[in-house]
Nanobody
């Protein structure tokens, strides 16, 4: 059974930091791309950051310089270090994995930035 289990969400004040983690299990073959998407209330889900198996990264412009994505291929784990958080970053964050055949999604973890 495929599972993507996210952790690390929560409530933080503006300017604070959070680190999200996502562990993938049950996926057949190598995981090529891993990443994070987010969906704020009333908005469409958007890409936040992705990282390829060779560690090539891509970020949405709004998080460049503040967020860092990384992965551990041996552990099938992807991380998202989020610094200088603002209320605009409030959303449900979803982990994503792609093995060349199928897309897999986590259940989502809530990130709330509020004073």
């Amino acid at each position: 059974q495929v599972q993507l289990v996210e952790s690390g969400g929560g409530v933080v004040q503006p300017g604070g930091s959070l680190r999200l983690s996502c562990v993938a299990s049950g996926i057949i073959g190598n995981i090529y791309d891993m990443g994070w998407y987010r969906q704020a209330p009333g908005k469409e889900r958007e890409l936040v950051a992705t990282i390829a198996r060779d560690y090539l990264t891509r970020y949405v412009d709004s998080v460049k310089g503040r967020f860092t994505i990384s992965r551990d291929n041996a552990l099938n784990t992807v991380y998202l270090q989020m610094n200088s958080l603002s209320p605009e970053d409030t959303a449900v964050y979803y982990c994503h994995a792609y093995n060349g055949r199928n897309d897999y999604w986590g259940q989502g973890t809530q990130v709330t930035v509020s004073s």
